[in-house]
């Protein structure tokens, strides 16, 4: 009898009672240079004799590679090599947004859908700039604080761009900016039957990601604290329930400050990190973009690890007996 399972982001057929160690060996993959992660979990080498795959298990079998490349990471059927995506505003001018999102190493960029400048067509243009052919433009409603808006512009930039992969942000209040949970829900299912690949801001709330989960989401971005704060990540410990609960990508999204909240997203197991402001409005955005992707890239590589246990008390390196 065969199980179906998701293996590095594509559906496979394994027989059942199969241990992580035999779809391993079936890879032909080299005990000792790959790592396994089982439902968001890393499964211990010690231990991939004894776990046996279930019906619907979602794996990821990576290798360690040197010169701080990753491992990739998957939404909607497309991979993408940075973990790190950033916005397009707040920025002096196009060309230091450009610079700033190479030097993050970038794939993915957020862009805002707005009116045409008819009074003015000599305004330089993001898309020259910030190029379509080099990033994957992702349009968001930033702005927007009913569902109904946001479907609106969303629909909008389908046409325009032909863009499926979208943000959506539906927002409460212009003093906080936190997500309206009711409204962002209602406008994930309508997208999603329109044929949109929807990833979600939304708050730290595990019940609510998983209820966007359950609307056909195809990523969970919790906010670490309110757009634009730079307070860094608020409640770890949510962000830790949204990543063990989910069968979709999972990345921070708002408050992020500096590069430490940016390798806290990812020791927590999340699969990316959204900024803008934090480069943005840094007094050298270019720096400290690099500084992002560092970040990004030194977190990433903490979780494969799997960092020490907590320890109450103090436990030496070096061992006391045989002290002179």
Not at 4 to 30: D, S, W
Not at 122 to 132: A, G, M, N, W
Not at 298 to 312: N, S
């Amino acid at each position: 009898m065969q199980i179906a399972i998701m293996l590095n982001g594509e559906r496979r057929e394994t027989p059942q009672g199969t241990t992580v160690a035999a779809l391993v060996e079936a890879l032909e993959l080299a005990k000792g240079r790959v790592a396994v992660e089982r439902n968001r979990e890393i499964v211990p080498m010690s231990l991939w004799g004894d776990v046996v795959l279930e019906e619907g298990d979602s794996l990821e079998v990576v290798h360690f590679v040197g010169g701080g490349e990753d491992d990739g990471w998957t939404v909607a059927g497309r991979t993408f090599r940075s973990r790190l995506i950033v916005g397009t505003g707040k920025y002096k001018d196009y060309a230091q947004n450009a610079a700033a999102a190479e030097a993050a190493g970038a794939e993915i960029v957020t862009v805002a859908v707005r009116r045409v400048n008819l009074t003015d067509r000599s305004q330089p243009l993001l898309t020259d700039y910030v190029k379509p052919d080099r990033f994957t433009y992702l349009p968001n409603t930033a702005g927007c604080f009913t569902a109904d808006d946001a479907l609106r512009t969303l629909r909008l930039a389908r046409e325009a761009g032909g863009w499926t992969l979208v943000k959506l942000e539906v927002l409460a209040d212009p003093k906080t900016l936190f997500p309206d949970v009711i409204e962002t829900i209602r406008a994930t299912e309508v997208l999603v039957k329109e044929g949109f690949d929807v990833m979600v801001y939304t708050s730290d709330d595990p019940v609510v990601a998983k209820r966007l989960e359950e609307a056909g989401a195809a990523a969970i971005m919790p906010l670490g604290a309110p757009i634009g704060s730079g307070l860094g990540i608020q409640n770890r410990v949510n962000i830790r329930l949204i990543v063990e609960a989910a069968r979709v990508p999972v990345l921070v999204d708002a408050g992020v400050g500096t590069a430490s909240d940016a390798a806290i997203a990812m020791e927590l197991g999340c699969d990316g990190v959204l900024m803008n402001t934090a480069i943005a409005e840094a007094k050298d955005p270019v720096r400290m973009a690099r500084a992002m992707k560092a970040a990004v890239e030194a977190g990433r590589d903490a979780y494969l690890a799997g960092r020490m246990g907590v320890r109450r008390y103090a436990d030496p390196s070096s061992p006391l007996a045989g002290l002179i």
